[in-house]
């Protein structure tokens, strides 16, 4: 279009004759139809060379011109140098220098042919001749350099399309390791997330992330890129390791990691991309990482409320069951009384004692429960023995440890600093669930020994035992594990409220499989001899009072 415009001006050019306005402008209509039909060829055959067409008639377009008017010799210098700028930048360099020669050819051409007072000055000739191909290197250069620019752009687009941001953060990451290693051609690429103080390998393109433990040490490179919050690149043998902190307002979240084959480093631009494409990653990964809590949250608060609604019901069961029980054995005894013998009375109100007992256990469960979450619980630790603490428990829990063979294993002389009724409700709970599940006839051992500053105490049952994967759990407020048909379940806040009252003391609470069937829960308080020798806080202090 622009060819079009300049032969529709020409004829209007003052100081032309007619003859050189018509020439110059079928000069230039006839370099606007070749290029039209070149383009309009290549447009339908892909392989057709329209662009290394259309440069030489440009160019031979400006040699006509200067045979027309020899005095456009220094004009023509400019459009050489501007159409070998351009057909360098679009076509290449060996096109671009191609074009330098036949320009220079075609400057001398028209220098010698034209008057002598319309020549050019030979060192402006040479000169030119010496800049054309200077030029055509320079917009080679420019070229490339726009060209790595676009493809780096295109590259990073791409990687970036290929992130799905999806509230799994997994595959989230995943997805951001295998984009990064297809868009910089690396052997393996992968992220690593900081946790505290630490980076911890999250996902890698290959599948195995073993191959970002050693850089991920203090000393290794992902670590140092973390530290510094700049890109390190460091050799490993027989390849380089590139480490690219992820950043978020300057604050670094992790590292963008990858391997590439051989000692050398990548490329600059890859490393730019890999830079560039960091910066986005890391923003990408925040989102999916808050997806992943929100996710995490709506999941503990449906958990939360499935469990409460089994709480409720099973604590509405539990009290009912005793409740029904003393209710039935009383309604019995009041209406045959005088049929019933002694003994059989003896029997029938020894059970509804029982179920009271039972009864009144829950409901102080339930209070514990709620001191517990109200955070009222306040500790008045002393000097208490052991082995009294457990025979006073066998002792009230006799009614229900009756079908079962009892055995104590706790030295005289062992005592702990801690708070009495604390220690007897988790003695009493976890005494009362040996007995649930455990079957009649089977044995339930106590025992207790000094373990340096602590005192281990122990509850043995032979009961179906607890399976590996709930042996945290079964902590947890609300959480019961599945259980044998024969057993029982509970309210679900025993083991729960156990453990607080044992880590308000500084302990902690634990339950072991047996090789046999059966469970181990152990539990510590503090050595009351060691409490006596240490002088820093008590239980008393650490649980707040």
């Given at each position: 279009?622009?060819?079009?415009?300049?032969?529709?001006?020409?004829?209007?050019?003052?100081?032309?004759?007619?003859?050189?306005?018509?020439?110059?402008?079928?000069?230039?209509?006839?370099?606007?139809?070749?290029?039209?039909?070149?383009?309009?060829?290549?447009?339908?055959?892909?392989?057709?060379?329209?662009?290394?067409?259309?440069?030489?008639?440009?160019?031979?377009?400006?040699?006509?011109?200067?045979?027309?008017?020899?005095?456009?010799?220094?004009?023509?210098?400019?459009?050489?140098?501007?159409?070998?700028?351009?057909?360098?930048?679009?076509?290449?360099?060996?096109?671009?220098?191609?074009?330098?020669?036949?320009?220079?050819?075609?400057?001398?051409?028209?220098?010698?042919?034209?008057?002598?007072?319309?020549?050019?000055?030979?060192?402006?000739?040479?000169?030119?001749?010496?800049?054309?191909?200077?030029?055509?290197?320079?917009?080679?250069?420019?070229?490339?350099?726009?060209?790595?620019?676009?493809?780096?752009?295109?590259?990073?687009?791409?990687?970036?399309?290929?992130?799905?941001?999806?509230?799994?953060l997994q595959a989230t990451l995943d997805s951001i390791a295998e984009s990064s290693a297809a868009a910089v051609g690396a052997a393996a690429a992968g992220i690593l997330l900081r946790e505290e103080d630490r980076l911890v390998p999250a996902a890698s393109s290959s599948g195995r992330p073993e191959w970002m433990s050693d850089g991920a040490r203090d000393t290794g490179p992902f670590a140092r890129a973390m530290k510094r919050r700049e890109t390190v690149v460091a050799p490993d043998g027989r390849r380089s390791l590139v480490a690219v902190p992820l950043r978020v307002s300057g604050e670094p979240i992790g590292v963008l990691a990858a391997a590439f084959s051989g000692t050398g480093g990548p490329a600059r631009d890859d490393l730019t991309l890999l830079e560039t494409y960091a910066e986005q990653a890391a923003l990408v990964i925040v989102q999916a990482q808050a997806f992943e809590r929100e996710r995490q949250a709506a999941e503990q608060l449906a958990e939360a409320d499935r469990l409460k609604g089994e709480f409720l019901g099973m604590v509405s069961h539990e009290l009912r069951?005793?409740?029904?029980?003393?209710?039935?054995?009383?309604?019995?005894?009041?209406?045959?009384?005088?049929?019933?013998?002694?003994?059989?009375?003896?029997?029938?109100?020894?059970?509804?004692?029982?179920?009271?007992?039972?009864?009144?256990?829950?409901?102080?469960?339930?209070?514990?429960?709620?001191?517990?979450?109200?955070?009222?619980?306040?500790?008045?630790?002393?000097?208490?023995?052991?082995?009294?603490?457990?025979?006073?428990?066998?002792?009230?829990?006799?009614?229900?440890?009756?079908?079962?063979?009892?055995?104590?294993?706790?030295?005289?002389?062992?005592?702990?600093?801690?708070?009495?009724?604390?220690?007897?409700?988790?003695?009493?709970?976890?005494?009362?669930?040996?007995?649930?599940?455990?079957?009649?006839?089977?044995?339930?051992?106590?025992?207790?020994?000094?373990?340096?500053?602590?005192?281990?105490?122990?509850?043995?049952?032979?009961?179906?035992?607890?399976?590996?994967?709930?042996?945290?759990?079964?902590?947890?407020?609300?959480?019961?594990?599945?259980?044998?048909?024969?057993?029982?379940?509970?309210?679900?806040?025993?083991?729960?409220?156990?453990?607080?009252?044992?880590?308000?003391?500084?302990?902690?609470?634990?339950?072991?499989?047996?090789?046999?069937?059966?469970?181990?829960?152990?539990?510590?308080?503090?050595?009351?001899?060691?409490?006596?020798?240490?002088?820093?806080?008590?239980?008393?202090?650490?649980?707040?009072?």
């Amino acid at each position: 279009m622009l060819a079009v415009a300049v032969a529709v001006a020409i004829p209007f050019a003052p100081g032309l004759t007619r003859a050189e306005r018509f020439a110059l402008a079928g000069l230039v209509l006839g370099y606007a139809a070749l290029a039209a039909v070149f383009d309009e060829i290549g447009a339908r055959r892909t392989r057709f060379p329209a662009t290394p067409l259309s440069a030489p008639a440009g160019v031979a377009t400006i040699f006509g011109a200067t045979l027309v008017l020899p005095e456009l010799q220094p004009v023509a210098l400019v459009f050489y140098v501007v159409a070998v700028a351009f057909y360098t930048a679009i076509g290449g360099i060996r096109l671009g220098l191609g074009l330098a020669a036949v320009a220079v050819g075609g400057a001398v051409t028209a220098h010698l042919l034209a008057p002598s007072d319309e020549q050019l000055e030979p060192l402006a000739l040479a000169a030119f001749a010496v800049l054309l191909p200077a030029v055509a290197a320079a917009a080679e250069f420019l070229a490339r350099s726009r060209r790595r620019t676009a493809e780096r752009l295109a590259r990073l687009h791409d990687a970036l399309r290929a992130v799905s941001v999806t509230p799994d953060l997994q595959a989230t990451l995943d997805s951001i390791a295998e984009s990064s290693a297809a868009a910089v051609g690396a052997a393996a690429a992968g992220i690593l997330l900081r946790e505290e103080d630490r980076l911890v390998p999250a996902a890698s393109s290959s599948g195995r992330p073993e191959w970002m433990s050693d850089g991920a040490r203090d000393t290794g490179p992902f670590a140092r890129a973390m530290k510094r919050r700049e890109t390190v690149v460091a050799p490993d043998g027989r390849r380089s390791l590139v480490a690219v902190p992820l950043r978020v307002s300057g604050e670094p979240i992790g590292v963008l990691a990858a391997a590439f084959s051989g000692t050398g480093g990548p490329a600059r631009d890859d490393l730019t991309l890999l830079e560039t494409y960091a910066e986005q990653a890391a923003l990408v990964i925040v989102q999916a990482q808050a997806f992943e809590r929100e996710r995490q949250a709506a999941e503990q608060l449906a958990e939360a409320d499935r469990l409460k609604g089994e709480f409720l019901g099973m604590v509405s069961h539990e009290l009912r069951t005793p409740l029904t029980v003393v209710k039935g054995v009383v309604d019995t005894v009041l209406l045959h009384w005088e049929r019933l013998p002694d003994e059989r009375r003896r029997e029938l109100l020894v059970r509804a004692s029982g179920n009271a007992d039972e009864l009144n256990r829950l409901v102080g469960q339930l209070l514990d429960f709620a001191r517990i979450e109200a955070e009222r619980v306040r500790l008045e630790p002393e000097v208490l023995t052991v082995r009294v603490l457990v025979e006073t428990a066998l002792e009230e829990l006799g009614a229900v440890l009756e079908r079962h063979r009892i055995e104590v294993d706790v030295p005289e002389s062992l005592a702990v600093m801690a708070d009495a009724d604390a220690l007897a409700h988790v003695l009493t709970n976890l005494l009362v669930n040996a007995a649930r599940f455990a079957p009649p006839g089977s044995l339930i051992m106590v025992s207790a020994r000094d373990a340096d500053d602590e005192v281990v105490i122990s509850v043995v049952d032979e009961g179906p035992g607890v399976a590996p994967d709930d042996r945290e759990r079964i902590f947890e407020r609300f959480y019961q594990a599945p259980v044998h048909a024969s057993a029982r379940k509970g309210t679900g806040i025993g083991l729960g409220i156990a453990r607080t009252l044992v880590e308000l003391h500084g302990g902690r609470i634990w339950v072991e499989g047996l090789p046999a069937p059966g469970s181990t829960f152990s539990f510590t308080m503090p050595d009351a001899s060691a409490s006596d020798r240490a002088p820093g806080a008590t239980p008393a202090a650490a649980a707040g009072a």
